[in-house]
């Protein structure tokens, strides 16, 4: 799959996460975890969705720690379990991924090869967003999935 990379600048997003830490190789059961809950708080505080879930990966390697959540459109109150902050705006590059999360690993490799012919330098962290519900399209073939690498 051919990656059209893209540079942008987006202002920050207001969201409802979890967190969760663990082996890279826990992703899904750690996303199991972590999502339902931030989605199930904002529902029940009567909040407002402004996009799809997403992933904010603060660090990765064999072991991760990640934030899952859901963006506002304005605020409310937190939990114990679900905090309510910003994914940061500023610039950024970003590509879509339209297949299996477990070929996402594709997209990234596009998004380093850019940076490195483009000598740009890359911010700490990362995040996906989640366009399709696995839940409503069986096909992981059809599963879109948008990637944002923030830049220094």
């Given at each position: 799959m051919m990656y059209k990379i893209e540079r942008k600048t987006i202002a920050p997003q207001v969201v409802a996460y979890g967190t969760g830490s663990?082996?890279?190789?826990?992703?899904?059961?750690?996303?199991?975890?972590?999502?339902?809950?931030?989605?199930?708080?904002?529902?029940?505080?009567?909040?407002?969705?402004?996009?799809?879930?997403?992933?904010?990966?603060?660090s990765m390697g064999e072991t991760i720690e990640l934030q899952a959540g859901v963006p506002l459109r304005g605020k409310i109150s937190g939990s114990d379990s679900v905090e309510i902050g910003e994914l940061p705006g500023g610039d950024v590059l970003t590509t879509v991924h339209v297949g299996p999360y477990d070929?996402?690993?594709?997209?990234?490799?596009?998004?380093?090869?850019?940076?490195?012919?483009?000598?740009?330098?890359?911010?700490?962290?990362?995040?996906?967003?989640?366009?399709?519900?696995p839940e409503a399209e069986e096909d992981p073939s059809n599963w879109k999935t948008e990637i944002f690498l923030p830049l220094k």
């Open positions: 663990g082996p890279a190789t826990e992703i899904p059961k750690i996303l199991g975890e972590v999502l339902p809950k931030a989605m199930q708080h904002v529902k029940s505080k009567d909040g407002e969705l402004a996009g799809p879930p997403f992933t904010h990966y603060l070929q996402l690993n594709k997209a990234y490799q596009a998004l380093v090869a850019h940076v490195q012919k483009h000598d740009l330098t890359p911010g700490d962290t990362i995040w996906e967003y989640y366009w399709t519900d």
